[in-house]
């Protein structure tokens, strides 16, 4: 099992809906939770970070931590084709030294 | 406020070489984190350094090393060069940590021949 498991997509959703992005990860007992996104041909943004279980919102951006189950998730509201890009989820595992894994990214796509 | 300042963007190395590459953080952190990106592997974390010490490692051979400087400035330095370093060399800065909020550069381009 890899540490962190995205699924590659790519993803497709119709402009206004809802994006889903979803990432599991190894080691139950890391604390620190990434959502990056990247534009083509260009460096990752941070979206958004989470530590406690439960939701964290920001704008049209919201992330899910569910550490029983080991699973982070990102929701995205009112979607736009700005938003179309590779998401990666990272997690820093404690129990391989405090090392930052990231997932190999999901592809979203918004059709206007 | 300046970003995150990475040189050279682009560079070609002959296998067995080395080279050092550059990242200059945002103006008052102190962490600097590196990163490997590629096709292949995707993003891989190299190592962090916080006030001039190795903070953390990744699972990458003892060619690639680092270290920083008294004015956070960091370098990355990789050894006798293999055709599969070929890769984009990310660093980011934070004030606190790479797990707190970090700021990526705009990339080496490495590409070994």
């Known amino acids: 099992q890899k540490e962190v498991e995205q699924n590659s997509g790519p993803l497709s959703v119709p402009e206004g809906a809802i994006a889903s992005l979803n990432c599991t990860y190894s080691d139950r007992g890391s604390q620190s939770f990434f959502w990056y996104r990247q534009y083509s041909g260009k460096s990752p943004e941070l979206i958004m970070f989470?530590?406690?279980?439960g939701d964290k919102e920001d704008g049209r951006f919201t992330a899910q931590l569910n550490k029983a189950s080991q699973y982070v998730s990102l929701l995205i509201r009112d979607s736009q084709p700005s938003d179309s890009a590779t998401y990666l989820c990272a997690v820093i595992l404690i129990n391989t030294g405090n090392q930052f894994y990231f997932g190999t990214g999901t592809s979203l796509t918004v059709i206007p | 406020k300046a970003g995150v300042t990475q040189t050279p963007r682009y560079l070609i190395k002959t296998r067995g070489q080395q080279v050092t590459l550059s990242c200059s953080p945002i103006s008052g952190h102190r962490s600097v984190s590196w990163y490997q990106q590629t096709p292949g592997q995707g993003l891989q974390f190299l190592f962090e350094?916080?006030?001039?010490?190795?903070?953390n490692k990744g699972n990458f051979p003892g060619r690639f090393s680092g270290r920083q400087f008294s004015n956070s400035r960091s370098e990355m330095n990789v050894s006798t060069l293999e055709l599969g370093d070929s890769a984009l060399y990310l660093c980011?800065?934070?004030?606190?940590?790479?797990?707190?909020?970090?700021?990526f550069g705009q990339g080496t381009r490495l590409t070994v021949v």
């Open positions: 989470i530590y406690s279980n």
């Open positions: 350094y916080f006030s001039e010490t190795q903070r």
């Open positions: 980011a800065s934070s004030l606190l940590g790479m797990n707190t909020e970090a700021f």
